[in-house]
């Protein structure tokens, strides 16, 4: 078959070719890639890999690829295989051994999930971990079984617990009740390594709820004089104000007993309508009135609101020593949860004693780190990468990962922002643009894929009209933290179709 008629040797490179050569060949450089969809981001990751290999720059054995979903990392590898085989073809003979010797390794390689690849480092360092010697790892059904148990117990002495009583009277009266604290203990449980960090160990009891109530009792007083200035007593907005009034005398009634008031705060307050009353009723003041009353259900909220803050920090507190307790009982049986396994590696690297040595041997170990679709995966990701690619392992124990400084070329980056499923699994836009911020620079800027292969052009530029106005943000927006990724456009390497619609919908209902 000669190239003119060969379809792949006729088909034209994609404008972001110069970003894939790239990537197949500055392989002592740290990139940070950022691929579009349908941009084929594995192909380009699988391409690396196998140059880093065929090139003599390291064995696949001291080589770590890190993807989100075993489903991703089986498919990885055996990408990973199918192009080693394709390359042991090439007439050199030592590609060709470098192929054969890779292949060798695969079956053992560090290819697979990011909580694979800690559980790895802990197998390899259980003793500087403080591990048992054998550790079992529990799926996601034993360790949804193994909390439920914990969590009756821990109920039952948060129940027993006589500091802790007012506190739950005060919760159940505000509506919540066990499943409630069940869902606040589950989420403790998840983060056990942020509750250990940001949730005191102490935490003063709620205070009376009398003692909240002066701001409310002032703002129904205020309204009580405008509530005077109305000349018509047949005015809706007058009814209104008589009603949240009678609420506040119930209030004022009540007595100072917390959970009498607490049921009074909870319970609605009477209907409010904005656009209610006729301003000539109430020479002038109409839309004062309307200020005022809001300012009384902001007040009532905030009481409300600074009441059962008040009594979830409390209960967090509590929560917290269970939570570590069991914790550290899981590290100490070697029972593990997923979560685990990535807050413990992080432990035993960060360990100001054991670290070094730890870090040293993984330095050695794993002299390639790639990461794959990074907009997914938990924080801790970037941060056992970067500490094992140190410049010098034996002081990158910084306390945080941005000021570690990473040999050129140790580590890889690949994601995309737009496609992330952020919060799950504790993914977050900032993180991901933190590390681009920190290592984009490192290479000119980040490696854009843009090219997509999989949609038609029609679809594609709709795609790009449509998200790059819903993605821009106005420069003077002000926002806490970076939450928006750029829109870049993609570029569609497929023609749309020659005859009939380029997108067709079946089975609607």
Wanted: glycine content about 6%; overall charge negative; aromatic content about 4%.
């Amino acid at each position: 078959m000669t190239a003119a008629s060969d379809p792949v040797a006729a088909r034209p490179l994609p404008p972001d070719e110069a970003a894939r050569e790239r990537i197949r060949t500055d392989l002592d450089t740290t990139l940070f890639v950022e691929a579009g969809a349908g941009s084929g981001k594995t192909t380009a990751l699988v391409d690396r890999v196998v140059a880093l290999v065929t090139t003599g720059t390291v064995e696949l054995r001291h080589l770590a690829a890190i993807t989100f979903t075993e489903k991703a990392g089986a498919e990885l590898r055996d990408r990973v295989r199918r192009k080693l085989e394709e390359v042991a073809t090439n007439p050199d003979s030592v590609v060709v051994e470098r192929c054969r010797s890779a292949l060798a390794q695969l079956d053992g390689a560090a290819i697979g999930t990011l909580h694979a690849f800690a559980q790895r480092l802990l197998t390899e360092h259980p003793v500087e971990a403080g591990l048992p010697p054998r550790v079992e790892v529990l799926d996601e059904v034993s360790s949804a079984v193994a909390f439920d148990r914990r969590w009756a117990h821990v109920l039952d002495q948060i129940l027993d617990d006589p500091d802790l009583e007012r506190t739950i009277l005060l919760l159940h009266a505000a509506d919540v009740g066990p499943a409630k604290l069940r869902s606040l203990a589950l989420a403790f449980d998840e983060s056990w390594d942020l509750v250990e960090e940001l949730v005191p160990d102490s935490c003063p009891p709620p205070p009376a709820v009398a003692e909240l109530l002066p701001k409310v009792h002032e703002e129904l007083r205020l309204l009580v004089e405008l509530a005077d200035q109305c000349i018509d007593d047949s005015d809706p907005l007058l009814t209104m104000v008589r009603d949240l009034l009678g609420y506040g005398e119930l209030l004022g009634r009540t007595g100072p007993d917390d959970l009498d008031l607490l049921e009074v705060l909870v319970a609605p307050l009477p209907k409010y309508r904005r656009n209610a009353g006729r301003g000539g009723s109430w020479r002038g003041c109409k839309d004062q009135v309307h200020s005022q009353i809001q300012a009384v259900h902001e007040a009532v909220a905030a009481v409300h609101g600074g009441v059962l803050d008040a009594c979830a920090h409390h209960l967090g507190t509590a929560l917290r020593r269970h939570t570590i307790a069991a914790a550290e009982a899981r590290r100490e049986d070697g029972r593990l949860e997923f979560h685990d396994l990535l807050v413990l590696a992080r432990k035993v690297l960060r360990h100001p004693e054991q670290g070094p040595v730890v870090r040293a041997s993984l330095h050695e170990r794993y002299q390639r780190l790639l990461l794959d679709e990074f907009q997914d995966t938990d924080p801790i990701q970037i941060e056992l990468a970067v500490r094992i690619a140190a410049v010098d392992p034996d002081t990158a124990d910084a306390e945080r990962w941005h000021d570690v400084d990473v040999s050129p070329g140790r580590l890889f980056v690949v994601g995309d922002p737009k496609q992330s499923i952020y919060r799950f699994r504790r993914a977050d836009i900032a993180t991901f643009l933190e590390a681009r911020e920190r290592f984009a620079p490192e290479a000119g800027g980040a490696v854009e894929l843009t090219a997509n292969f999989r949609t038609v052009e029609p679809i594609i530029g709709w795609v790009n009209r449509t998200f790059r106005t819903l993605m821009h943000e106005a420069p003077d927006t002000d926002v806490p933290q970076p939450s928006q990724p750029e829109y870049v456009d993609l570029q569609a390497q497929r023609a749309p179709a020659p005859v009939g619609p380029p997108l067709a919908v079946v089975g609607v209902t």
